[in-house]
């Protein structure tokens, strides 16, 4: 079905040279259409708006600076921030932590795997003595040859949802519920815990200033993209919750 917008069908030229930009999509056919969609009504937008630009990037560039303006965060959004997120901010902080990771793969039972990992950990917790051996008997994961010990982990050295779990549990604490992450369903005992400490807010004050600005101008942008594309005639795909996705 062709997808036309405000009376101009898309070409499958323009279609396969946007596909490129999209390889890795879930769906990139569906968001290369998307990202053509949105660029058709940014331009109709500033062509009617009648912004000078050299070229189509510049239009659109145009136009969000015009059109979908950003409030600089002053100083107390900043602190804010700062203050009620201090583990963004810690330096030196680390952690050593032991796991026994039970693999989900696509041909697994996952329902039997986190019955036989929820058995595990009870044991383990009832008898902490046996967990190293139970990492040796059972874990899928090449820390099993040494009792499950990933060793000193960092933030950003593990997945986020491995991390979240691990970083703040007192040492010696197995955690009472299974981690689940992209690599399967994880028993945990932390080690040990290197307290750290945090960057002072003039320190990263600039960062922290830069990151709002981005977040808001992001928010920004897709108010004002959803707003253009429920003016605009769109024929071929519905854009529900995708306006603003794909603008850079």
């Not at 596909?19 to 056919?29: F, V």
């Not at 050295?157 to 979240?164: A, K, L, M």
């Not at 992450?181 to 002072?200: C, Q």
């Not at 600039?206 to 993209?225: F, H, K, N, V």
């Amino acid at each position: 079905m062709p997808v036309i917008v405000n009376g101009v069908e898309l070409s499958d030229a323009d279609l396969e040279q946007e596909l490129a930009h999209h390889a890795d999509a879930a769906n990139p056919q569906r968001r290369a259409i998307t990202a053509l969609v949105l660029r058709r009504v940014m331009l109709d937008e500033a062509r009617r708006l009648g912004l000078p630009a050299d070229s189509d990037d510049t239009a659109i560039q145009a136009l969000l600076d015009a059109q979908a303006r950003v409030p600089e965060p002053d100083q107390a959004a900043c602190r804010r921030h700062y203050d009620a997120h201090p583990e963004r901010f810690m330096v030196g902080e680390l952690v050593e932590a032991d796991h026994i990771l039970f693999q989900v793969t696509p041909q697994v039972d996952l329902d039997a795997l986190r019955a036989r990992a929820e058995a595990v950990l009870a044991e383990v917790r009832a008898d902490p003595a046996s967990f190293a051996r139970r990492a040796r008997e059972l874990s899928n994961c090449p820390s099993a040859a040494v009792g499950g010990s990933l060793g000193q982990l960092g933030r950003g050295d593990t997945v986020p949802e491995f991390e979240r779990a691990v970083f703040g549990p007192p040492a010696g604490t197995i955690l009472p519920r299974l981690v689940e992450t992209r690599h399967g369903l994880h028993i945990v005992r932390i080690a040990r815990h290197v307290p750290g400490r945090r960057l002072p807010y003039a320190q990263v004050a600039g960062r922290i200033a830069q990151a709002l600005a981005l977040a808001s101008r992001d928010t920004a942008w897709r108010q004002y993209l959803r707003m253009l594309v429920g003016r605009a005639r769109i024929e071929g795909i519905e854009l529900e919750g995708s306006a603003g996705t794909l603008v850079q």
